[in-house]
């Protein structure tokens, strides 16, 4: 399967639309490595694919997610 690559510029438009005051889902890439940085760039929902389902430590992975 295809695996969506995470766009850094897309931190920055999270940042803009924080600004709307509008619920942010960010989805197609997001990782244990980048999802601190979208979560503080306002980012309210994560959507993770690839990075859970390939995950040998799914219960951690959370675990680490929910604790951002």
Do not use: C
Not at 40 to 62: H, P, Q, R, W
């Amino acid at each position: 399967a295809e695996q969506n690559l995470f766009l850094h510029n897309m931190a920055n438009m999270a940042t803009v639309l924080v600004k709307a005051k509008t619920l942010i889902q960010v989805d197609g890439g997001i990782n244990a490595d980048n999802a601190k940085k979208v979560v503080e760039a306002g980012a309210d929902i994560l959507v993770m694919g690839s990075a859970f389902f390939n995950s040998t430590d799914k219960k951690s992975l959370v675990s680490t997610i929910q604790a951002l």
